[in-house]
């Protein structure tokens, strides 16, 4: 069956400027090892993504999107040990137009890294309501076809919320850090993450927490069934290198305290 060819490979506008990545790492606190790490959109002498993000046109996003799938599979290639540790991409839904004609260099630079497809994962993020929710459905599909794990970034920000989920269902939803801020002093934080946890349970989504800044923080989470976490509490970002995770938080009910060391990274 032939690919058709999308708008965005025609009428693109070229970049004119230059990027490059940082990585975070996501921790699963269960079996105490770093499970991926975040790709995060960095300028070359380590500027922050707003930096970057400020130059994006609205006819380059096209290009910005896919060289950022590019740049981040090169890097993690070069970088990850363990070719079974996942990356995470942060992807534009509004920048792809097909979604298997939007794949090939995705898929291109992943062969030519033999980096294997089941270990990237495509973060998504809304910052509106969506109104071509089939056109997310249908990115979804393709990209579970093809082997990468998808993710709801912001889940419980904006309109990033339950609803979403009644139309589809991504393999994570990666909990916003605004309701990871004080939630071991915050009963309603509590109770709201209480039934997303439930849900995403009923769903088979995985949850991820993100943002977390404290160990009261990280064992509130843990306690409640929280596995994988991301936070400046574990790592911040380091710029096209792999931070070492010094504490690793073990489940506090079976009366582990935080182990301070550096956890296995890829």
Not at 24 to 43: S, T
Request: charged share 20%.
């Amino acid at each position: 069956m032939t690919t058709r060819t999308c708008p965005g490979c025609q009428t693109s506008k070229p970049l004119d400027f230059s990027f490059s990545m940082a990585f975070q790492p996501i921790v699963d606190v269960v079996d105490e090892r770093v499970w991926g790490y975040e790709a995060l959109v960095r300028g070359l002498a380590g500027e922050g993504a707003y930096a970057i993000l400020s130059k994006v046109e609205e006819e380059q996003k096209y290009r910005f999107d896919q060289a950022c799938r590019t740049k981040a599979i090169e890097l993690a290639a070069r970088l990850f040990a363990d070719k079974g540790t996942h990356l995470s991409i942060n992807f534009l839904p509004n920048a792809v137009y097909e979604p298997a004609a939007c794949l090939r260099a995705t898929l291109a630079a992943a062969r030519k890294s033999d980096f294997p497809l089941p270990s990237i994962m495509f973060e998504f993020t809304e910052g509106e309501r969506m109104v071509d929710v089939a056109h997310l459905q249908n990115i979804i599909a393709e990209y579970r076809r093809v082997g990468f794990l998808t993710a709801l970034d912001d889940f419980g920000a904006g309109y990033a919320g339950l609803g979403l989920l009644a139309d589809f269902q991504p393999d994570l939803i990666k909990i916003d850090m605004h309701l990871v801020r004080d939630i071991d002093t915050s009963p309603a934080r509590q109770a709201i993450l209480s039934a997303m946890l439930f849900v995403a349970r009923e769903l088979n989504i995985t949850v991820l927490a993100e943002g977390i800044e404290s160990h009261a923080e990280a064992t509130t989470l843990r306690a409640a069934g929280v596995r994988l976490m991301q936070g400046y509490y574990f790592a911040k970002p380091a710029f096209e290198a792999l931070p070492g995770v010094d504490r690793a938080i073990l489940d506090q009910n079976a009366g582990a305290a935080v182990a301070h060391g550096t956890i296995a990274t890829a």
